[in-house]
């Protein structure tokens, strides 16, 4: 009995402690958010794939359009040179112009590596909607930071069993992202810094993605932003099929 | 003495003689045979499944076999082949680089494996060149053409002339697509493997996916297959920790449980025929013993100790079925060569044997010696004791009672 | 006349017990090992035939037309009402599934595999292809909200998953996009069908319409019937209603499992033919010495009147006593050992790995049928019967006289 009240004691204890929390956090996420895609953003930027062995650098320009729509061009080096990809909703195209050919990328592809980095091509397509998919929670809260938890919703198609998120207090721009499956186990690592004026907005400019699976220990994809426009108007046959041969050159 | 008088015996009572031996005679060649049989068609499946593609013997990095992935390759695969080429048990060996593209081709997009081979190397490590449908094999010199499963073209709605196109990644992680004109056509008859694999020569491959000097792995001949097991440990320890040696009994360790099954319940079958042979042969011997036992029991009378006349019985058994042993194992013996040269084929079963990745549906026998001789001992062995009843049986009368047995 | 008979027979073979003992013994063994291949045999090509049928074909399989060569979206069969009427309306027919398949990737934190979705209803699959038999973790529920997925056991080790734990499945959509969808391990089954075990992920049909946004259409419906004998007949009739649905047969898609069944019966064949000729061997020496060393017996019989006809039939008696015994014994030993094996099942777990390469489940029951003695039964009675043909054409050529002075 006298468990009972006190479960009872607790789980009131952690409705309301919820409740009280929760628009606060979900007003966080949203700023998040909002901070990171903008109405639209042009992005160009350099990645760099290292592992054991090689280390290669991309540069690339992408526009997007909320979280729905976005087109990447690939501009160096010469050999990949205008290969570009669109992506509307959850389908992905991609233009190769060395074999002169539209490839849809089929299901089974989803979860592959892209452009041979650490980022898959479902990153790419979902990378999206943190506040549809998750639930959040405070777990933390220092002089510069949030930590956020995020658990996904149960019908979210997300791989993740959970997301830790630090959050600058500052900028409210994510400092670090932790991906862990569902027994808790960290799989991978996001970090952004060097966070840079754009017009009248802040950005990360350096990503730094570090997968913490044995088998990938010593592969990072580092992504440096050279130059960022927001919210500007973009043609809207960036988002359409033909334009993947079309601004390919 | 007694050997002779056992011989006056097996002359004077040739039914029994006669029909132990040929019962004997056939048992042991079916034993023979049988054994040839089975074993020939559990070599020749290994056989298959082994030299389609997989190869006797496989290098790999040491971590490829448990994480096949860019990071655990071979990455001076020159080296190697050094190392390989002065061993005196390779016939010959070469270097392999697999990896998992998506092919695409009229709409159609389809998930396989794309591989880098030297062709003319390929010839004598695996069945592709053999097993050409149409169109023609891989040279060295090739470049962007493709030699491609006849299922993954049909998948493809692709034939002969026409182009596919491929992306995936190269060896350094790179992206890497390149268009690639049918040259060939293989069917190995297993219908995964013909339904996603598709060759180019590796001179080409290196250059399109950056595998300039690496390879998955090599692919190793040896000059006496039957000695792979001791030639990949030798490599194993002979080649550097960071390598990693696999006999084709590990490679494929379900095939070759799955055919020590159908062995166990073969000779389950053979132990029942056995068990009725040996009750005849019982039978038989109890018939003629005992219509000799008034015979026996004046040797009895006049002397003959039971142990000789037990030594006199068990001679004719010896001699009965050393003669029967002789002849059925040359006979069986005679049916595993034939056979071995002039394979039994079975028409009309080959999508079974395609199932346990035997692509052809002729099946030569085993012919070896050494098994046949076993075979034949145990068949000897078997063939006297199931005398030896009858004959303890006979010796327990006494002399007068043998010599009244109506 | 029998009773004599018997009574002489019965007489004359305990005489010779040792022999009389051997040789029933011998038919006894021989056929009680005969059985054991027989029952077993057929009980894992029966197995390897079943495992297919429950799991995916039925005894027969209708599919949309050029599903089979293209199994995508576009190719489903879509006039599902009228051939439910149809099918409802034939009596033979024990059970049906629908399923909806498309391939796809399922995919966890750490791995992802295609693998072809197969939208189910749990319901009907229970009357048709018993999966609760193949489940070994786990239960064959999708949960109230049917986010329940089923997948074989292979897969379950490939993607490191356990009961409870959460996959997610992409697949194109009817409308060639791309959709994806979270769903919990319910249950984790072993068909011993390769296909199943380690490439398929069974979901809710509902769910599989809304994955893949398909309100109707099905692409792929399982019949079993309760007399295999009629399939051929099914097939040509629902050919003949539905000349633009491919109507196949399980031994069409499956045509690897049917030549298994003839070589096995081809098989017993031989192994039948060898263990009845040597025992009727053994039958044969024993009844010809019996004659022969009874010449004068039967010389005497003769001598005083008695008709070769019943010496005959005093022969054949003894020759059947012989046979029946060793059968009643040798069937009695084979049905027991079967029966034991029918129930318990033979455990070959230890070839576990190997066994599921042949489709087979780790234990086999085995089978009885009653051809297998009544195929034995008339085997033995030919076989004493021929038996006694010999020693009694030597024993017709013998004048009495020289039979009664033998010796």
Known sequence: MRYRVLLLAFMIGMFTANSGANSNVNEIIKKVENNLNGETAILEFTMRVKNKRTERTMKMVSYSSGKDKSFIKILYPGKDKGITFLKIDNTMWQYVPRIEKTIKIPASMMLQSWMGSDFTNDDLVKESSISDDYTCTLLQESENSYQLELIPLEDAAVIWGKIIMEISKQYYLPTTVNYFDEDNTLIRELTYSDIKPFGDRFYPTKWLMLPQEADKIGHQTHMEISAATFDAEIDAAFFTKRALKRYSR | ?????????????????????????????????????????????????????????????DKFRDSPSFDHLIFDADTVSQQLSQNQDIATFGARFESFVLFSANEKSVGGMLTGIEPEKEQQLSRLYSSLHSGDYLKTTDTNSAYIGIELARRLKVDIGDEIVFIGNGADYSFAADTLKIKGLFQTGLYEFDASAAFIAKPYFDVIMAADNYATHFIVQPKHPEQTVELAAQLGET????????????????????????????????????????????????????????????????????????????????VLALISVIAGGLLGGAFAYYFELHPITLSGFEDQFKQYGLAVSAIPTAFEPWTILRDMAVMFTLSVLSTIYPIIKVNRYKPVEAMRHV | MFKTATKIGITSLLRRRTRSALLILMIAVSLWGLLFIEGIYDGMTEQMIANAIRSDSGHISIFADGYRLNPDLSRWIENTIELDEFLNERQQIKSTVARLKQDGLVATAHYSRGIAILGIDLEREANHSHLEGYLRHGELNFGERQRGAIIGFKLAKKLKVAIGNKIILSAQNSAGEMASTALKVKGIIKTHNMAFDENAVFIAAAKARELLSMPTGISQIAISIANEGEIASLQQQLQEEFPNLTIKRWDELYPALQQSRVLMAGFKQVINIIIFSIAALGIFGVMLVSVLERMREFGIMLAIGTKFSQIGIIILVEASILGCAGFGLGALAGFSTLYYFKIYGLDLSVFSSALDEFGLDAITYAIIRPDYFFTALAAIILASVFSIIIPLRILKKTKPVDAINAI
Not at chain 2, 9 to 31: C, D, G, H
Not at chain 2, 258 to 278: C, K, N, Q, R
Request: proline share 1%.
């Open chain 2, 1 to 61: 003495m007694l050997i002779k008088l056992a011989l006056r015996n097996l002359i004077a009572y040739k039914k029994r003689t006669i029909v132990t031996v040929l019962l004997t005679t056939i048992t042991t060649a079916l034993l023979v045979f049988s054994t040839a049989w089975m074993d020939g068609s559990h070599q020749t499946m290994i056989k298959n499944a082994v030299e389609i593609y997989p190869g006797y013997l496989q290098i790999t990095a």
């Open chain 2, 239 to 318: 080649i550097g920790s960071q390598y990693q040696s696999a006999s084709w009994n590990q490679i494929m360790a379900e095939l070759v449980k799955a055919m020590e099954i159908d062995s166990l319940f073969g000779y389950i079958t053979l132990a029942i025929i056995f068990i009725v042979v040996f009750f005849v042969i019982m039978i038989y011997t109890l018939l003629t013993v005992f219509g000799r036992i008034r015979e026996i029991g004046v040797l009895r009378a006049i002397g003959t100790t039971p142990r000789q006349i037990f030594t006199i019985l068990l001679l004719e058994s010896c």
